[in-house]
């Protein structure tokens, strides 16, 4: 059974940076596209940035420049690096590994 845990999520005030982690227990797990979305409460789940084996990144436009993914793959692991964090950023925030296996997901909060 594949597990996907996400942790680092929080409350941090408008401005603030914020570093997810996900761990998968995948293997090979430098092979997986990783991925991290988010949904806020009456919203949509949206996309917001992914990583290839390569360690090739792609973001949504709108977070570029303020979110970076990143991926340590002897850890199992994927990051996600959030800075200027604004109350609008607030919602809960997935790890999605090769598209398929879903974490529980972490909640964010940025407070105004």
């Known amino acids: 059974q594949v597990r996907v845990v996400e942790s680092g999520g929080g409350l941090v005030q408008t401005g603030g940076s914020l570093r997810l982690s996900c761990t998968s227990s995948r293997s090979p797990f430098s092979i997986d596209y990783m991925a991290w979305y988010r949904q806020a409460p009456g919203k949509q789940r949206e996309f917001l940035a992914g990583i290839d084996g390569t360690g090739t990144p792609n973001y949504k436009d709108s977070v570029k420049g303020r979110f970076t993914i990143s991926r340590d793959n002897a850890k199992k692991t994927v990051n996600l690096q959030m800075n200027s964090l604004k109350p609008e950023d607030t919602a809960r925030y997935y790890c999605?590994?090769?598209?398929?296996?879903w974490g529980q997901g972490t909640q964010v909060t940025v407070s105004s």
């Open positions: 999605v590994a090769k598209g398929v296996y």
